[in-house]
């Protein structure tokens, strides 16, 4: 398994941006996909995006956010732009080392190893 760090988050007016960075220690970035996720208070944990041969974003997630990678710093960074109050959460990263068809990476249980989680707020 690889440990996952993220950092980042914070109190950001509606319209601003953050940017979150997830280290991966333990194995190269490179070996795995990874997804972010966030979880609202009193809501599921809900798909973000994810990263690997390419990037999917969720239809929310469309045109705001960017997800990129630096294999060299194992580090996987997501750019929210235009954020809106209800973008608040903790946001987590994840990392799979094996998922089958692409489409199993918006799934929260394809992930191996998780992040502490980040909060992030957005005031309106």
């Known amino acids: 398994q690889v440990q996952l760090v993220e950092s980042g988050g914070g109190l950001v007016q509606a319209g601003g941006s953050l940017r979150l960075s997830c280290v991966v220690s333990?194995?190269?970035?490179?070996?795995?996909?990874m997804g972010w996720f966030r979880q609202a208070p009193g809501k599921e944990r809900e798909f973000v995006g994810w990263?690997?041969?390419?990037?999917i974003l969720s239809d929310s997630a469309k045109g705001r956010f960017t997800i990129s990678r630096d294999n060299d710093k194992n580090t996987v960074y997501l750019e929210m732009n235009s954020l809106k109050p209800e973008d608040t959460a903790v946001y987590y990263c994840?990392?799979?080392?094996?998922?089958?068809?692409?489409?199993?990476?918006?799934?929260?249980?394809?992930?191996?190893?998780w992040g502490q989680g980040t909060q992030d707020t957005v005031s309106s």
């Open positions: 994840a990392a799979a080392r094996t998922w089958g068809a692409a489409t199993y990476l918006r799934d929260a249980g394809t992930y191996d190893s």
């Open positions: 333990g194995r190269p970035l490179i070996s795995y996909a």
């Open positions: 990263s690997g041969g390419t990037t």
